[in-house]
């Protein structure tokens, strides 16, 4: 019988996982579809059972949902616990769902992919306080990451995130912006920049040292308006397709038990993305 998997969230068309899922089924010779499942939050209960009912094997978790479907889970893992927040659920046993989150550490991967992993020792600054900047900190820290500050423009949520994880603090935008050059990575996790965003960036890098890792887990466009200044203060920058693949590729593989290829796959989506910039 063949196996089907899903993304649920509200919206959901724009997703790009089907397309990479199903790539990857076909690449691996696995018999599997990946669809996209637009899930209203009022109906989220009722999506869930009906995944089930229909023997969906597993599932992908996107916005408003990641926080709001751990009610409905048999179990989560030690980071979805720690973060609040599922992006992927796999099915284990009799039929537990089990929720994962698979975004942080996608995080690291990618950032050791094009950094190396020889800069755990260097002060980090996360610029935001939502559940992606939570979970990309609690992966550092788990990674062996050191000292992180948090800014956002609501400081009261960097305080409280800051309280959370130990030998971290926070700091108000305008501080961040005068000391940056004490930062070895520097990481946007806000939507400020996404297409069809009206605003710019959420914080100006131009105090970034040369050599300074500026990351901005956006990508579409590939290169926002922060990581072009960050780009020409002289930063290493790099953009969201690390994560959004290697977030994926975990989750895969806890479905599958194979590890896909991540390198082909970022190429193929840089390229697609490229293409839809030049035919606007």
């Given at each position: 019988?063949?196996?089907?998997?899903?993304?649920?969230?509200?919206?959901?068309?724009?997703?790009?996982?089907?397309?990479?899922?199903?790539?990857?089924f076909?690449e691996n010779?696995?018999?599997?579809?990946?669809?996209?499942?637009?899930a209203?939050?009022?109906?989220?209960?009722?999506?869930i059972?009906?995944?089930?009912?229909l023997?969906?094997?597993?599932?992908?978790?996107?916005?408003?949902?990641k926080?709001?479907?751990?009610p409905?889970l048999?179990?989560?893992?030690?980071?979805?616990?720690?973060?609040?927040?599922?992006?992927?659920?796999?099915i284990?046993?009799?039929g537990?769902?089990?929720?994962?989150?698979?975004?942080?550490?996608?995080?690291?991967?990618a950032l050791?992919?094009?950094?190396?992993?020889?800069?755990?020792?260097?002060?980090i600054?996360?610029?935001?306080a939502?559940?992606?900047?939570?979970?990309?900190?609690?992966?550092?820290?788990?990674a062996?990451?050191?000292?992180?500050?948090?800014?956002?423009r609501?400081?009261?949520n960097?305080y409280?995130?800051?309280?959370?994880?130990?030998?971290s603090?926070?700091?108000?935008?305008a501080?961040?912006?005068?000391?940056?050059?004490?930062?070895g990575?520097?990481?946007q996790?806000?939507?400020?920049?996404?297409?069809?965003s009206?605003?710019?960036?959420?914080?100006?890098?131009?105090?970034a040292?040369?050599?300074?890792?500026?990351?901005?887990?956006i990508y579409?466009?590939?290169?926002t308006?922060?990581?072009?200044?960050?780009?020409?203060?002289?930063?290493?920058?790099?953009?969201?397709?690390?994560?959004?693949?290697?977030?994926?590729a975990?989750?895969?593989?806890?479905?599958?038990?194979?590890?896909p290829?991540?390198?082909?796959?970022?190429?193929?989506?840089?390229?697609?993305?490229?293409?839809?910039?030049?035919?606007?």
């Amino acid at each position: 019988m063949k196996k089907w998997f899903a993304v649920i969230g509200d919206p959901v068309a724009q997703s790009m996982s089907p397309g990479m899922h199903d790539y990857w089924f076909k690449e691996n010779k696995i018999d599997a579809a990946y669809l996209p499942v637009h899930a209203k939050s009022e109906k989220l209960q009722s999506v869930i059972s009906s995944l089930r009912l229909l023997g969906c094997s597993g599932w992908n978790v996107t916005v408003p949902h990641k926080s709001d479907i751990l009610p409905f889970l048999g179990s989560v893992d030690e980071a979805a616990a720690h973060m609040g927040a599922v992006n992927t659920v796999v099915i284990e046993g009799e039929g537990t769902l089990v929720g994962y989150n698979t975004d942080g550490i996608g995080f690291v991967h990618a950032l050791e992919e094009k950094y190396g992993n020889d800069r755990k020792a260097e002060e980090i600054l996360i610029i935001g306080a939502g559940g992606a900047a939570k979970g990309i900190a609690f992966a550092l820290r788990s990674a062996g990451y050191g000292s992180i500050t948090f800014t956002n423009r609501t400081m009261t949520n960097a305080y409280e995130l800051s309280k959370r994880l130990s030998d971290s603090t926070c700091l108000p935008i305008a501080e961040a912006e005068l000391q940056l050059a004490r930062f070895g990575i520097i990481i946007q996790t806000t939507s400020v920049g996404m297409a069809f965003s009206t605003e710019g960036m959420p914080l100006d890098p131009s105090n970034a040292a040369p050599g300074t890792a500026a990351v901005d887990i956006i990508y579409n466009p590939l290169e926002t308006d922060f990581l072009a200044a960050a780009r020409h203060s002289g930063a290493a920058t790099a953009n969201g397709i690390g994560m959004f693949v290697h977030q994926g590729a975990l989750a895969f593989e806890k479905w599958t038990g194979i590890h896909p290829d991540t390198a082909g796959m970022m190429e193929q989506l840089t390229q697609q993305l490229e293409d839809q910039h030049d035919n606007k």
